[in-house]
């Protein structure tokens, strides 16, 4: 039976609280550039000293961590099983878990979903996987189309997601073209709604690059952290109206879903890993 095996099958490690803080655990000590101590993890997981203790006890038993001088550190079974796990996450390849979340949010929103990357001159970005909506009346577009940064949903995301000092050079280079009679071009206000999507995780347009079309876009991220591209999902005006809000939070949540699944973890209050 391996390590993690018997780990899992210690009668201490039974309750799901439990489980979930072995992972905390785990977690708080790969981000942690050096051992640490009980005291540092206990208020890093805000959990009492006593029960962090016990843990630590089992997984040092298992060679998840080893203990030195009163510091913690990840031990080769904790390696051996990142190995495992990165080995997992290359047979299930990205783009298929990008493709599983679209379906999915397909699914539950009855729209056309998108996905969309920067291009590598970073002022256009491009489709390249699309899922239509089954309805009559349905956003349209085809795997290879191209679309402006600033005035759709998937573009603000993508700028927002930018280094500072790019973004910067985007606007520098900018020369905002009025597309509808409704697209917004005043670079202030560009930059506020660019702000808005960084601060909010997502961004909505309504009319902006095409009348009759809204869109509502998260940006997905890998292990690293990196956007490697955006989920939008793209319906009539007149549907969007009544949905803005649950379409934004079924954009969001499935984003952060499918990060997760790329590796991506998002900070937690209090500096804490989740």
Do not use: W
């Not at 995301?157 to 500072?164: G, K, R, W």
């Not at 961004?203 to 292990?223: E, K, L, N, P, Y």
Request: charged residues 25%.
């Amino acid at each position: 039976m391996s390590n993690f095996a018997m780990l899992t099958e210690d009668r201490r490690f039974n309750s799901p609280q439990s489980v979930t803080r072995v992972i905390q655990i785990l977690e708080a000590l790969c981000a942690s550039p050096g051992p640490m101590g009980l005291a540092q993890i206990s208020r890093a997981l805000n959990a009492p000293k006593s029960s962090i203790a016990a843990l630590l006890r089992g997984l040092a038993e298992a060679d998840f961590v080893i203990v030195s001088e009163g510091t913690y550190r990840l031990g080769p079974s904790a390696f051996g099983l990142g190995s495992a796990l990165l080995e997992a996450r290359r047979r299930l390849h990205s783009s298929d878990l990008v493709r599983e979340g679209m379906r999915r949010l397909a699914e539950r929103s009855g729209e056309t979903v998108l996905f969309a990357v920067r291009d590598g001159s970073g002022d256009t970005m491009t489709y390249v996987d699309v899922i239509e909506s089954r309805n009559t009346v349905r956003f349209a577009v085809s795997v290879g189309d191209r679309r402006p940064l600033y005035c759709t949903s998937g573009g603000r995301v993508l700028l927002a997601a930018m280094p500072d000092a790019d973004l910067a050079g985007y606007f520098d280079r900018l020369e905002p073209t009025q597309l509808t009679s409704s697209t917004e071009v005043g670079k202030q206000r560009i930059t506020e709604l660019v702000a808005a999507a960084r601060e909010g995780g997502a961004a909505q347009t309504v009319d902006q690059a095409a009348d009759g079309v809204a869109g509502t876009a998260a940006v997905i991220r890998d292990a690293a952290g990196e956007a490697i591209g955006a989920l939008i999902v793209a319906a009539p005006s007149s549907r969007f109206k009544d949905r803005a809000a649950d379409l934004l939070r079924m954009v969001r949540d499935e984003a952060t879903l499918v990060s997760r699944s790329l590796g991506h973890r998002t900070p937690a209050p209090g500096g804490a890993q989740r």
